[in-house]
């Protein structure tokens, strides 16, 4: 089974601050939860999250260059990377209700290598916490860039 990502956008009910949390882990599965509230409109949020080129760390794509990123919001859109040399999908769109709810079916990272199912090999309780590092940097960038004036 793929890394399930869900993004929604309702800054007004997160708190502050939230703690990122490894909500589960085990060799087979893991569930992460990141909370960030967001100082905007929500329409201004919604605008920087499906423009990952403009706030997704560059040391987190192939081409090394963010503006290689796109999204298509609508169902069956993909979360896509495209340089010169090749091009990678990271995710596709699953279900979008625009400014208020992202879903993305997503293997980022790794685990696009690993064709993620359930398999206890893939030891991924050992990985939770780096996963869970790395998000709190993507979305905490997406959090930091929407919320700039």
């Known amino acids: 089974m793929p ?14 601050t939230a703690p990122a949390e490894v ?10 939860k990141h909370q960030f509230r967001i100082e905007a409109p929500a329409a201004r949020a919604w605008e920087s999250l499906i423009h990952p080129e403009r706030w997704w ?14 999204l ?7 979360y896509c990377e495209n340089w010169s040399s090749g091009s990678a999908e990271h995710g596709r769109v699953v279900m979008v209700i625009p400014g208020q709810v ?9 685990f696009l290598d690993m064709a993620i199912s359930g ?12 996963v869970n590092e ?11 860039h929407a919320g700039k004036p």
């Open 72 to 78: 298509r919001a609508e169902a069956s859109g993909c």
């Open 119 to 130: 398999d206890p090999a893939h030891k991924l309780d050992g990985l939770a916490p780096i």
């Open 3 to 16: 890394v399930r990502i869900l993004l929604f956008l309702a800054s007004s009910l997160m708190p502050l």
């Open 102 to 110: 992202l879903r993305l079916d997503a293997a980022l990272g790794p």
């Open 134 to 144: 790395v998000l709190a940097m993507q979305f905490g960038a997406f959090a930091e």
């Open 23 to 32: 909500a589960f882990a085990a060799a087979e599965a893991m569930q992460i």
């Open 57 to 70: 760390p560059t040391d987190h794509t192939w081409s090394g260059k963010r503006e290689s990123l796109s």
